[in-house]
């Protein structure tokens, strides 16, 4: 319960005046939960949500193995949606000549929307990746269960540039072949159909040997590309850098906390706004916590607290997203509890926005966006942490709707759908 010894810059923070529709829960129909046996029955774990030029949101988030990633579609802004199936799932193994019509997806997953219109949807299945695209608004995909052209993939992650090109990175565990743990990022210059173009990000061998690693982002203003990571010592916290379309990498160490205490609560998250100013954000077990750099990843300034308040006590697993330069909003876990690990600590979904993040003293409008959601531990150290305390999984992704709405879609296992 004792605070952390980071050094944290200033900050101010204001109740935020603005407000969030009511909770809408999105669930498959019960017939897609008779084939199989997820792992997850009372909600669909990791939620992103994404939005295209025409308004649609959409929602992907992991169902269970073996299962699928399911995805929602809405078309009134988020008031209703229709479910759209599991792509990576029945569709994929019918394709693909499943076994007895098991999924070939389930496991991490991300969703992304290219310029022109095409969904871009990666699950993690067996070591490998099934990767899909569909560019008729989630109709239907295309998907490769064999999808990615690097073996033994943890975590991965997709970011698009423009009509054609999307990233897919990785973590390659290395475990069967005796080789070190890398980041790898591969690029498909056809809309996501084939991922060609591979490059080793961390190189460990030579430097840096990556911890868990945080998403990828591309700026659409000169097209650098960018991933977060942990590095070798959970208190180090790494962004890597392309400015070639990612042929090569500069790795760059952002911050190393004094203590050794670990910020592995849970990925680093990035963000980059419309002026280019990049966003990244990590926690320390209590803090959430943003840092920022206006030349491309070169510098950053020293991390500011971005949780306050009785009931945000304690923030982890916090994710950002940018809009005009200077402003952006951070979604965290809060709860009242001194620790993350008290198994009666009621949690409930935060968000602080800052409009001028740029400034020396930035300043956070914060509000809960949801009631509680979640009592007990949140553990985020994946398959090593103890029975009950991992819930929720490693994360929520939120997005920015066209009018600069914020849109979060999360996991909640106290609010259970009665007719499922």
Not at 158 to 169: H, I, K, Q
Not at 306 to 332: H, L, M, Q, R
Request: aromatic share 10%.
């Amino acid at each position: 319960g004792s605070e952390p010894a980071i050094n944290v810059g200033k900050a101010a923070y204001r109740l935020g005046n603005f407000s969030f529709t009511s909770q809408v829960l999105a669930r498959p129909p019960q017939a897609v939960n008779s084939t199989g046996t997820p792992l997850f029955f009372e909600q669909d774990a990791e939620p992103r949500v994404v939005h295209d030029a025409v308004g649609n949101i959409y929602v992907a988030a992991i169902q269970g193995i073996p299962a699928g990633t399911d995805v929602w579609k809405s078309m009134d802004g988020g008031n209703t949606f229709t479910y759209e199936g599991e792509p990576d799932g029945a569709q994929a193994a019918a394709a693909t000549g499943g076994i007895d019509g098991v999924g070939v997806g389930g496991g991490d997953e991300d969703v992304v929307f290219g310029s022109t219109g095409n969904l871009y949807l990666t699950s993690l299945w067996l070591g490998n990746a099934t990767n899909c695209v569909s560019s008729d608004g989630a109709a239907t995909f295309l998907c490769d269960a064999w999808g990615s052209p690097i073996p033994e993939d943890d975590r991965q992650w997709l970011a698009s540039d423009g009509p054609n090109v999307v990233y897919f990175t990785t973590k390659q565990l290395g475990t069967l072949d005796n080789a070190t743990p890398s980041i790898y990022a591969a690029k498909s210059i056809d809309g996501g159909k084939t991922y060609p173009l591979v490059t080793e990000v961390t190189k460990p061998i030579l430097g840096v040997q990556p911890g868990d690693q945080g998403n990828i982002i591309v700026d659409p203003n000169n097209h650098n590309v960018y991933t977060a990571f942990l590095g070798p010592y959970p208190y180090q916290v790494y962004v890597a850098v392309s400015t070639d379309g990612g042929q090569t990498w500069m790795l760059k160490l952002v911050y190393q906390e004094p203590s050794g205490r670990s910020l592995g609560h849970v990925f680093p998250a990035l963000a980059v706004d419309r002026g280019s100013n990049l966003y990244l954000v990590f926690s320390d077990g209590t803090r959430a916590l943003l840092t920022v750099s206006r030349d491309g990843g070169a510098s950053w300034t020293t991390p500011v607290q971005a949780n306050s308040g009785a009931n945000a006590k304690t923030a982890v697993e916090p994710w950002v997203v940018a809009g005009d330069a200077g402003k952006a909003n951070i979604f965290y876990y809060g709860t009242s509890s001194a620790s993350f690990m008290d198994s009666n600590a009621h949690w409930q979904i935060f968000m602080a926005q800052t409009q001028n993040a740029l400034r020396n003293v930035p300043v956070f409008y914060i509000k809960p966006a949801t009631g509680v959601m979640h009592i007990g531990a949140i553990c985020s150290n994946g398959t090593a942490c103890a029975n009950g305390t991992r819930n929720l999984l490693e994360y929520f992704f939120p997005d920015t709707y066209l009018d600069g709405n914020a849109l979060a879609a999360y996991p909640d296992d106290l609010h259970v759908d009665p007719s499922t």
